[in-house]
């Protein structure tokens, strides 16, 4: 089977003028704790790292190792959250665009464009396409996810040490079947989204 071009979209952009595309993809919308995470890269024009792919496929070495090399060689690189709290404000959809649009305004130098992950892009504060599977099409949004990826996953491991009970490190605040016995054994803690809880 042959590789998807990761370039094809970025190349398109490029061609057409725009001079700085970004892809922008988010991790940790389907737990029931802790903030939601997404992660923003301008790359090198071209430039794919081995291995690079979605981060979902990819083993936690192999993630933790393209971490380091996308952060080494990005031209921008940033990573933003939205906090449990919000989530529960303003619900999912919303704090997953609004975290996607925190981590591109935050890039340094701006982007002109951005490749949003997804079908939706509501709030997004520069010009944008929204890619359906972009973490499997586009080498930027790939870089982004691995980026929000590792980066949600150590902050809700940081987290296990201070609410140890709820098994954080082993499930990243997802509902398995630990978690949910956690819950029904000791309640909620500070960090699980109420709004995810509603069927305990």
């Not at 979605?54 to 060689?73: G, V, W």
């Not at 305004?105 to 520069?126: E, F, Q």
């Not at 396409?129 to 940081?158: E, F, M, N, P, Q």
Request: proline share 5%; charged share 25%; aromatic share 8%.
């Amino acid at each position: 089977m042959e590789k998807p071009d990761l370039w094809e979209l970025e190349r398109a952009l490029l061609a057409q003028g725009r001079r700085l595309v970004c892809g922008a993809d988010e991790a940790g919308a389907g737990p029931l704790a802790g903030a939601v995470y997404a992660g923003a890269v301008i790359l090198p024009a071209g430039w794919i790292p081995n291995g690079l792919n979605d981060s979902k496929k990819l083993t936690e070495r192999t993630r933790d190792r393209l971490f380091e090399e996308i952060k080494a060689n990005a031209v921008a690189w940033a990573v933003a959250s939205v906090s449990e709290k919000d989530i529960d404000r303003i619900n999912i959809l919303n704090a997953r665009m609004l975290a996607m649009d925190k981590a591109i305004r935050a890039l340094d130098p701006a982007p002109d464009y951005a490749l949003i992950d997804g079908d939706k892009s509501r709030g997004i504060s520069v010009p944008h396409t929204a890619v359906v599977k972009g973490d499997s099409r586009s080498a930027s949004i790939a870089a982004a996810s691995i980026l929000a990826k590792v980066s949600r996953d150590r902050y809700i491991t940081r987290l296990d040490a201070e609410y140890p009970q709820y098994g954080f490190a082993r499930h990243k605040g997802y509902g398995t079947k630990a978690h949910y016995e956690a819950l029904r054994t000791y309640g909620p803690c500070p960090i699980h989204r109420v709004t995810f809880l509603k069927h305990l």
